[in-house]
């Protein structure tokens, strides 16, 4: 059975930093591309961060500088450093494995919520 468990999110003032952490379990993590997602309150799901097999990044442009996205082979765990957060960043994260051949698998969801 495949879990994606998302951990690390919380209430954070505007300028501040959280980390995002998802374990993965049931999948040969090391082949997998992973990533975050976001989606606030009316709107879309949208990417945040990916990191392929290979360690190769790409970052949606609205956090670029700001987020870092790694990943731990050995510990089945991807990462997403935030900081210098802001209200819009404010959010459900959702972590996400993908493979090519039609793998897709998506966690529960963490609440990031920026706000003084």
């Known amino acids: 059975q495949v879990q994606l468990v998302e951990s690390g999110g919380g209430l954070v003032q505007p300028g501040g930093s959280l980390r995002l952490s998802c374990a993965a379990s049931g999948i040969t993590f090391s082949i997998y591309a992973m990533g975050w997602y976001r989606q606030a309150p009316g709107k879309q799901r949208e990417l945040v961060a990916r990191?392929?097999?290979?360690?190769?990044?790409n970052y949606a442009d609205s956090v670029k500088g700001r987020f870092t996205i790694s990943r731990d082979n050995a510990e089945n765990t991807v990462y997403l450093q935030m900081n210098s957060l802001k209200a819009e960043d404010t959010a459900v994260y959702y972590c996400?494995?993908?493979?090519?051949?039609?793998?897709?698998?998506w966690g529960q969801g963490t609440q990031v919520t920026v706000s003084s």
């Open positions: 996400n494995a993908f493979l090519a051949l039609g793998s897709d698998y």
């Open positions: 990191i392929t097999s290979a360690g190769r990044t």
